[in-house]
C-alpha cells in the first residue's frame, strides 16, 4: 500500500520528453545508457508509462559537471 510521507513533497517523475531537455541526449541514448548502467534507470508505472525520478536525473547531471573538473 502506498504511505504518504507529509515532511517532504512527493518525488517528480519525467517523462522522456522532460529528461532529454533536461540532459541534452537523444531518448535512444538515454535507453542505451539506462541499459547500461550509466544513467538512471526509469520506473515502468505501466505497459506504456515509463518515468524517470527527477532526484536521480539532476544528481546524474551534476556527478557529469563535477567530472569535467
Known sequence: MYEQHTNRSAPRLLP????????????????ERSRLGSFPKPIKLSMRTTRWVSAEVEQWVAEAIARRA
Open 16 to 31: 522522456i520528453a522532460e529528461v532529454v531537455q533536461i540532459v541534452g541526449l537523444g531518448e535512444s541514448t538515454i535507453w
